[in-house]
C-alpha cells in the first residue's frame, strides 16, 4: 500500500498536478476510491486506464470492482470545453441504459483532474478490427451482425431524446464476449424535436465531431435530429461493406454538387437506393429514424431475390418461341399467373409498409389478412414484419414487468398477450425470451415476497400494524399464486401463546386487546386463534371496551363498562385484598402495596373509587397491626419503616 498515491485532497503533496503533460502513475490513488492498475489507450485529450473501485472490492482482486476510468489529458484540461465535455459526456449517458450503451456510472474531480468512471470493456474498436481484414471490410452476414445492434443502440438514445453526433468506425467497441457497444458521447446533443425540454447543450463550442462522418447540420450547428445519426450510420455501413468512405472522408458540408455516389458492388441494387438515401446530404430526404433505416436496408436485400427470380423465370419463357403451340399457350399462362403473382407481392409489400405505419403495439390485428396468402408469401410478409411486431410486444412485455411497490404486474394477461403473437410467429427466439422472463420475474417476486412474510413473522411484535402488513403481502402472494400466502411456523405460534399467557396473568389488558387484535387480523387460520380456545371469551371483549374507556376524553366520574369491573376491575381487588390478609411479614405488606398502587394507575381508578378506598383502608389496618406487632417486640427500625410506609399510603 505505500506505493499508492493518495489524491483525496487536493492539497496534499501526493496529488496529481495538472501541469503535467504525462498520463498520471499507475498506481495513483484517485478520491481516495479508485487505483489506477494500468493505461488501457490515449487520445488527443484523454487518456484511458483500467482502475480498481476499491470500496466495492470484495475479495483480493475481484474483477468486478474493475472499471474504466476517462482522464482529461492534463494539457488539454486547461481547456475549459474539455472539461465540460467529459461533464457532458457523463450526464448525457448515465441515464441511458441499452445492453448496446456503454455504462457511465459518474463524473469526478480531483483536485486538477477530471475525470468519468465507467464500464470496463474487454476488445477493441470497429476501426481497428477493420484494419486487420482483408482490404478493410466486412462479409454482409458478419457486418450486419455488427451494424444492426449499433442502429438499435441509436434508436434507445433517440427514444430518449439523445443524438449521438459521433458515429464512426472508432465510436464502436467489439468486446471479447462477442457484444456490441456504442461509446463517446461527449459530444451528444438532445434532439429538441423529439423531447423539447431536454437541457443538453448545443453550443457548438463543445463539439469535438468527425467531420468526415458527421451531417452538413451538425457541422452547420443547427438542431440535433435522429437523421443526423442516420447520415453518420450510413457512412460506416458504407465503409464497412466497401472498405471505403462514401465521401472519400471530406467533411459533407464540402461536397460539390457534381459529386456523385457510387454504389459498391457489395450492396444491391435496392439495398443501394435505402443506403443512398440515408446518405443524402439534405436532412430531410433521409430517413428520420436510424430503425427504419436499418430495416429497410437488411430487407431490401431479399426483395432483389424475389425479383431475379421472377427475371430469370420471364427470360426462360422468351426462349420458348420454338415450342408447340399448346406449349406456348401454357407458357403464356404460367406467364399471367407470374405476373399475378408479382402484382400480389406488390399489394403484400403495400400492407406490409401499411402496418409499419401504425403504432408498434397496433401491428398485431392486420397480421390476419395474411391467413389467406400462400404459405410462402405469408411466411415471407409475416417474416418481414417480425421486428415490427414481436420485438415492440416483447419489448412492452419486459418493461411492464417491473413492480413499483404498489402494483403487481399482470403476469397472466402479459402471457396471454405473448401467446397471441406466438400464433403467427411459435419460433420466435424474442418472444421466446420474454415469455421465460415473465416465469422468472414471477418466480423472483413470488420468493421475495415469501422472505418478506417470513421476516415479518419472526420479527412481529403482534401489533395491529404488522397483522395488516403481513396481510399486505399475503394479498400480494395470492396475485401470484392462487395458494401462495405465508403462515406462522411454530416458533411463532409459541411465542404468541407465551405473549398471551404471561398477558393474561398479569391483567396487562393493553396486551391482551393487541394479541387478540393480530390474531383476529392475521389471516393466519386457526392456528393463532386457537390459543383463546381456553379463555373466558369476555376477556378479550373486556380488555377493547377498557383501552378505548380510558382512551375517552372526559371519563371523569363515569362508571367502568359492566364488562370491565367483571373481568379486571373485582378481580384486581379481590387478588389485592387476598395479598393483603395473607401478608404475614414485612416485605409481603409492601408488595401488596406495590400491586394496589401500580393497579389503581394502570386502571387510571380515581382516589374516591369506592372498591379501591376499602382496600387501601384495609391496608392501613393491615400497617397499622403490624407497627403495634414490632414495637411490642422492640423492633424499632422495622416499625420506623411502615411508618414511612403508612404515611406514603395515606398521603397517596
Not at 424475389?306 to 427470360?315: C, E, I, R, S, T
Not at 372498591?611 to 416499625?639: E, M, P
Amino acid at each position: 500500500m505505500e506505493a499508492l498515491k493518495k489524491t483525496s485532497d487536493s492539497k496534499s503533496p501526493a496529488a496529481p498536478s495538472a501541469n503535467k503533460s504525462e498520463p498520471l502513475a499507475v498506481g495513483t490513488v484517485l478520491l481516495g476510491r479508485y487505483l489506477l492498475m494500468h493505461l488501457i489507450a490515449q487520445g488527443g485529450t484523454s487518456y484511458i486506464y483500467r482502475a480498481r473501485d476499491m470500496v466495492a472490492v470484495m475479495g483480493r482482486d475481484n474483477e468486478q470492482s474493475h472499471i474504466a476510468i476517462k482522464i482529461v489529458n492534463p494539457d488539454a484540461s486547461e481547456d475549459v470545453s474539455e472539461s465540460h465535455m467529459l461533464l457532458h459526456e457523463a450526464l448525457t449517458t448515465r441515464h441511458l441504459a441499452h445492453p448496446n450503451i456503454i455504462k457511465v456510472f459518474d463524473y469526478h474531480r480531483d483536485g486538477a483532474v477530471n475525470f468519468v468512471t465507467m464500464e470496463l470493456i474487454q476488445g477493441e474498436s470497429l476501426a481497428e478490427y477493420l484494419l486487420r481484414t482483408p482490404k478493410q471490410r466486412l462479409p454482409y452476414a458478419q457486418a450486419i451482425a455488427v451494424l444492426q445492434p449499433v442502429a438499435m443502440a441509436l434508436q434507445a438514445a433517440h427514444e430518449q431524446g439523445v443524438i449521438h453526433s459521433d458515429m464512426k468506425p472508432s465510436n464502436i467497441l467489439l468486446t471479447e464476449a462477442g457484444d456490441v457497444k456504442v461509446i463517446d458521447f461527449a459530444t451528444a446533443r438532445a434532439n429538441i424535436d423529439k423531447n423539447g425540454d431536454l437541457t443538453l447543450t448545443h453550443d457548438a463550442k463543445f463539439y469535438g465531431y468527425t467531420l468526415a462522418y458527421a451531417s452538413p447540420d451538425t457541422i452547420a450547428d443547427r438542431p440535433a435530429s435522429s437523421s443526423d445519426d442516420v447520415f453518420s450510420l450510413a457512412c460506416v455501413v458504407y465503409e464497412v461493406l466497401s472498405g471505403k468512405h462514401p465521401y472519400e472522408r471530406n467533411p459533407s458540408n464540402k461536397i460539390k454538387s457534381s459529386f456523385r455516389l457510387q454504389k459498391p458492388k457489395e450492396v444491391g441494387f435496392w439495398q443501394w437506393l435505402v443506403l443512398k438515401k440515408a446518405l443524402s446530404l439534405k436532412g430531410k430526404q433521409r430517413f428520420q429514424s436510424v430503425q427504419r433505416f436499418m430495416q429497410l436496408f437488411v430487407h431490401a436485400r431479399r426483395c432483389w431475390a424475389y425479383v431475379a427470380v421472377l427475371v430469370a423465370v420471364l427470360a426462360t419463357l422468351v426462349t420458348a418461341t420454338q415450342w408447340s403451340l399448346t406449349q406456348l399457350a401454357e407458357s403464356r399462362r404460367e406467364s399471367a399467373t407470374l405476373q399475378a403473382s408479382f402484382l400480389q407481392q406488390q399489394q403484400v409489400q403495400q400492407q406490409v409498409d401499411a402496418i409499419r405505419e401504425r403504432h408498434p403495439l397496433d401491428r398485431l390485428g392486420p397480421l390476419a389478412q395474411f391467413e389467406s396468402l400462400p404459405p410462402l408469401l405469408r411466411e415471407g410478409a409475416l417474416g418481414q414484419l417480425h421486428d415490427d411486431v414481436a420485438t415492440p410486444i416483447a419489448n412492452h412485455v419486459q418493461s411492464a414487468l417491473g413492480y413499483n411497490d404498489e402494483v403487481l404486474p399482470n403476469f397472466d394477461a402479459l402471457r396471454q398477450q405473448l401467446k397471441k403473437v406466438m400464433v403467427f410467429y411459435p419460433y420466435s427466439s424474442v418472444l421466446a425470451d420474454a415469455m421465460e422472463q415473465t416465469h422468472i420475474e414471477q418466480q423472483q417476486l413470488r420468493e421475495t415476497f415469501l422472505l418478506q412474510a417470513r421476516q415479518l413473522w419472526e420479527e412481529t411484535d403482534f401489533s395491529l400494524v404488522d397483522a395488516m402488513t403481513i396481510n399486505n403481502v399475503n394479498e400480494k402472494l395470492r396475485e401470484l399464486e392462487n395458494d401462495g400466502v405465508s403462515m406462522p411456523d411454530n416458533v411463532v405460534i409459541e411465542r404468541y401463546n407465551t405473549a398471551l399467557t404471561t398477558a393474561i396473568e398479569s391483567d396487562d389488558y393493553i396486551g391482551i386487546h393487541q394479541l387478540f387484535q393480530f390474531s383476529e387480523t392475521a389471516k393466519a387460520g386457526d392456528l393463532l386463534t386457537s390459543a383463546w380456545g381456553g379463555i373466558d371469551s369476555g376477556i378479550p371483549v373486556a380488555a377493547g371496551e377498557l383501552v378505548r374507556f380510558i382512551n375517552e376524553e372526559n371519563t371523569e366520574g363515569k362508571p367502568f363498562p359492566e364488562l370491565v369491573v367483571t373481568h379486571f376491575i373485582d378481580p384486581f381487588f379481590s387478588r389485592v385484598s387476598k395479598m393483603i390478609s395473607d401478608a404475614r411479614l414485612d416485605k409481603d405488606i409492601f408488595a401488596a402495596k406495590e400491586v394496589l398502587f401500580n393497579g389503581a394507575k394502570n386502571y387510571q381508578i380515581a382516589d374516591d373509587f369506592e372498591q379501591y378506598k376499602k382496600v387501601k383502608t384495609q391496608l392501613v389496618r393491615k400497617i397499622n397491626a403490624k407497627i403495634s406487632q414490632h414495637n411490642t417486640r422492640g423492633n424499632w427500625r422495622s416499625a420506623r419503616k411502615l411508618k414511612a410506609l403508612l404515611k406514603t399510603v395515606r398521603n397517596t
